[in-house]
């Protein structure tokens, strides 16, 4: 699977929940959706496991504290590894 389709289909999720301005593609993955309040802490939640089923995977504990789990590209960088183990 391509990091390019990832980042897609996160930014189709983030796109549904708010307006935001859009961003050139190439800060887009150094979006930082957590610290722009895109998401309210319940939908973080869900939007996790959104994440998790899409692809089939699971975040562990590692990931979700990783500051990396904050950015677009960060999030696609994790389920990229975490459908290659």
Do not use: C, P, W
């Not at 935001?20 to 895109?38: P, S, T």
């Not at 089939?56 to 290659?84: C, H, P």
């Amino acid at each position: 699977m391509q990091k390019k389709y990832i980042i897609k289909y996160i930014l189709k999720i983030l796109k549904k929940k708010r307006n935001f301005k859009e961003i050139d593609n190439l800060q887009i993955e150094k979006f930082d959706y957590f610290d722009a309040k895109i998401l309210d802490s319940l939908e973080i939640l869900k939007f996790h496991m959104n994440l998790e089923k899409k692809f089939k995977i699971r975040f562990n504990s590692k990931d979700l504290t990783s500051k990396k789990i904050k950015t677009v590209g960060g999030i696609s960088d994790i389920i990229l590894k975490r459908l290659n183990i």
